[in-house]
C-alpha cells in the first residue's frame, strides 16, 4: 500500500507570508499518461473539507491564485503564497492512484 | 446548486449496526464515482470506500473490510453505507464524497459508538 507523510504536523505564520507544505508517497503516482494522481484539501473548524488542487497542480475552480501545486512521482508541494487570515486551516493531500490514502495533515496558524 | 445530504448518523451500541445515507443532487449522479470518508474526533481524514458510477467497482479501506458495505441507487441518486459490528474505534463524522478527486462533500453526519 502507498504511505502518504505530510510535513510539517503544524506550521504557524504570519498574514502576508508564504506557507510551504510538502506530501510525499511512499510509491509513485505518477501514472503513463503523465497523470499525478494527487489532491490537496482545506478543512477550516466545523467545516466540511474543500478540495484545493487536484492532478497536482490544477487549481479547483474559485480556488484563489494563491494556492498552488506542484511536484511529479512521489514528492508534491502545496504553495500559499501570501497568507490571509481565512487561509487558517487544515491541510491534506490525498492519492488517488490506488485504493485512496490521505496525509495526515498540516495545521496552519496565521500569527 | 450541486449538493450532497448525509443522514443516518446516531448513537449506537458497540457491535451494532447503522445505514447512512447520502443524497445528491445538481448533477448527473450515475457518471460519479462516490466515497465515504470519516474523521474521528480530532483526528484527520480517513478514506473508507468508494463505489464506481455503476457499481462495479467497489473498495474499502482495511480498517472496514468484511464490516462496511457501500451500496448505491442511481435512480434515486443516492449512496449507502451499511456498517456491521460497530466498535469505538467507528466513532466519528462521515462524509460522503463526490468523484474520483472528491470535488464535491457534504455536510457529514455524526456516528457515535458508545454503550
Known amino acids: 500500500d502507498i504511505e502518504m507523510t505530510q510535513s510539517p504536523e503544524s506550521l504557524a505564520l504570519s498574514l502576508g507570508e508564504r506557507a510551504t507544505i510538502t506530501c510525499k508517497s511512499s510509491q509513485s503516482v505518477l501514472d503513463s499518461s503523465n497523470n499525478n494522481y494527487l489532491a490537496w484539501y482545506q478543512q477550516k473548524p466545523g467545516q466540511s473539507p474543500k478540495l484545493l488542487i487536484y492532478?497536482?497542480?490544477t487549481r479547483e475552480s474559485g480556488v484563489p491564485d494563491r494556492f498552488s501545486g506542484s511536484g511529479s512521482g512521489t514528492d508534491f508541494t502545496l504553495t500559499i503564497s501570501s497568507l490571509q487570515a481565512e487561509d487558517a486551516a487544515v491541510y491534506y493531500c490525498q492519492q488517488y492512484y490506488t485504493t485512496p490514502l490521505f496525509g495526515q495533515g498540516t495545521r496552519l496558524e496565521i500569527k | 446548486e450541486v449538493q450532497l445530504v448525509e443522514s443516518g448518523g446516531d448513537l449506537v451500541r458497540p457491535g451494532g449496526s447503522l445505514r447512512l445515507s447520502c443524497a445528491a443532487s445538481g448533477f448527473a449522479f450515475n457518471t460519479y464515482r462516490m466515497n465515504w470518508v470519516r474523521q474521528a474526533p480530532g483526528k484527520g481524514l480517513e478514506w473508507i470506500s468508494y463505489?464506481?458510477?455503476?457499481?462495479?467497482?467497489?473498495k474499502y479501506a482495511d480498517s472496514v473490510k468484511g464490516r462496511f458495505t457501500i451500496s448505491r441507487d442511481n435512480a434515486g441518486n443516492s449512496v449507502y453505507l451499511h456498517m456491521n459490528n460497530l466498535g469505538a474505534e467507528d466513532t466519528g463524522v462521515y462524509y460522503c464524497?463526490?468523484?474520483?478527486?472528491?470535488?464535491?462533500w457534504g455536510q457529514g453526519t455524526t456516528v457515535i459508538v458508545s454503550s
Open positions: 463505489i464506481s458510477s455503476s457499481a462495479y467497482n467497489i
Open positions: 492532478w497536482a497542480s
Open positions: 464524497a463526490r468523484g474520483t478527486h472528491s470535488d464535491i
